[in-house]
């Protein structure tokens, strides 16, 4: 049983949510957004290694993902950590945002957990964008474990908001914001998500 909070339920005027025609195409891996991330970058070793491809559905703003739990990821002895979990639906659904074209952080993620996880399995994450109300963009996730079908062990619904690249010039530690203004594709992706029509 699970109730959600009013601020996860989108307006009755909000849009339903259009993939951008330059999004990825149905199937495609979307690749790390940030190398040091520890969802989805390649440059984290204890880090999740999240690997999430656009949806199949053409009209859909979905999206699917895996991740396989390592030890490294334990909370009690050979089961996932609950905040870890957590982690991935919040990457699989900031990874929705590819597909809108936007760049958005996460203001709300409303978490249940299902089953225990335990270390080893791999996760089999589904997210979908429901709603947009201007910069607020509503979405809902699913993990599920023994297979892409098999039983909910975790789930969320999440509100995203949609922010400019000075969100992240602005807050992020100079060291790291120099090295990532210093690289010209991460610069290029930025922007280029910036100026969405
Ligand atoms: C060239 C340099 C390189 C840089 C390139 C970087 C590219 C990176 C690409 C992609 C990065 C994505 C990273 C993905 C990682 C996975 C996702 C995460 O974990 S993100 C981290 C965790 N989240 C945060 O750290 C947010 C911290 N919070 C904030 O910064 C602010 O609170 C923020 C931006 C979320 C909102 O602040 P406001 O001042 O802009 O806007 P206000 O007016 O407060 O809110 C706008 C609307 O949203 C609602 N809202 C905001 N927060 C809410 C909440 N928690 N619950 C319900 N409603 C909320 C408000 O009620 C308002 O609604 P009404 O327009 O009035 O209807």
Redesign the pocket.
Known sequence: MSGRTP?LTPPDDAARPVRHPEAPAPGELLGA??EH?F?CGHGQPHGLHLEARAGDDPDAVAITAEFTVKPEHQGAPGLAHGGVLATAL??TL?SL?WLLRV??????LETDFVRPVPVGTVLHLDAEVTAVA???IYSTATGRIGGPDGPVAVRADA?F?E?K?D???E?GRPEE?KA??DDPD??R??RAFEVNP
């Open positions: 601020s957004h940030y991330c969802g919040d990457e900031g945002n760049i958005a952080v996460t203001g709300r201007g910069r607020k509100l908001i922010v690249v969100h992240f010039i807050n914001i990532a203004m991460q610069v992706r930025a």
